[in-house]
């Protein structure tokens, strides 16, 4: 049994920043999935009081701008959300041994990244942390986190398909894998492209969630790296697939894809077509494409150009094909999601530490401002209801309830 995760209790935001510590969980066992138990003494969780913004900053998601303007960081809560709403924390993640050092860690140490929130049938809510190659379960029910897969192929954007099944976009070999959440097989350990960071190698086996590799390349070469994935009705799959260099990959691997694009896999799995061809930000060249979310009706597509700070919606035809592309607002984001209503909840900053930024998508206009202690990178509806807001924010993993529910089951 691995180490407790513990949960947040009550601090200032002062204390919080200066106090949190959460207790690293061992590596798995070789027999099972590693699992974790919170201690029953520390579950309360942290509200947040809105924090003050550095303006000017704009960041999207890893540092990458994600606005061309900046949205507006003084309208307060939007109108989906009660006025007296608080953001809590749920949880700080640890930095591990094995976690890959990025951007934001002192001088490029190593620090936790938490990214790909997705929903499950019963309300509990799924996320990664990917510098850790960790995917997370937070039992709704309960109210405790545990680590559902370690090693987890550097998991990013995730999302549920309709049959229950978590549908992750693989980083580490450029991949898209279904991992059931009941089963389980046992594996020769995965070995590291680069033996430099991350985990080491390893003799033997391990015991994981049972996974199946859905894509693994397009015309023989190797995606550029999946990033984000939003599941149809059907089964239908559209994945972004911008490029990130990745310190967990082979060394002097190299783009592969001319495009930064996305993409559709059929709902039968066997077909994967390319679907934007020009996606250009406002400068004229490629855009980067990367948070994607859809209508519950499976009719319309969104899609963040991270780098043209730009977002895009489309309409979905039958054979995945899209058309009548149209400006939604000029920010770019990292992960989003829709609710009920029509509004898209951003991933796009504004300023230091950030927050999330809400568009009505019928008019283009923002609705309201989340401010958050740390700056987001995605976000899904959670719980039973589907009423509550789950974001992840760099080393942190936060909710806060709505008026609303979430337009798609696993987003």
Known sequence: MSTPIKLISVFTVSALLSSIALAQPAAPAATAPATTTPDATTQATTIIRPPAIQPGFGVGGRG???ARNGPNTTLGLPPTIAPDAKVEKLATLPTESY????????????????????????????????????????????QKLSVFMHPSGYANGMCFDYQGNLIACADERNELWSISITETETIPYPQPLNPAVGDP?????????????????????????PNDVWVRPDGGMYLTDPYYQRNWWTPGRQQQQELKTVYFLSPDHKTLTRVLDEFNSPTGVNGTPNGIAGTGDGKTLYVSDISGGQ??????????????KKLVCSFGSDGMTLDDQGNLYMSVGGGRPGGVTVVDTKTGKQIGYISMPE???NMCFGDKDRQTLYICARTGF?????????????K
């Open 311 to 324: 977002t895009w919606g489309f309409d979905i035809q039958p054979d995945g094909s899209l058309t009548n």
């Open 398 to 410: 936060y909710r806060i309830r709505t008026l609303v529910k979430g337009a798609n089951p696993g």
């Open 99 to 142: 976690t890959v050092p990025n951007n934001f860690g002192p001088n490029g140490t190593p620090a936790p990244f938490t990214e790909g929130t997705t929903c499950a049938p019963n309300g509990d809510v799924y996320f990664i942390e990917q510098d850790s190659s960790k995917i997370m379960k937070w039992d709704s029910a309960a």
């Open 64 to 66: 990458i701008r994600g």
């Open 201 to 225: 190698a390893k003799p033997g086996t391990i015991t994981l969630p049972k996974h199946t590799v859905l894509v693994k390349d397009y015309k023989g070469k190797l995606l550029n790296g």
């Open 375 to 377: 700056g987001p990178a």
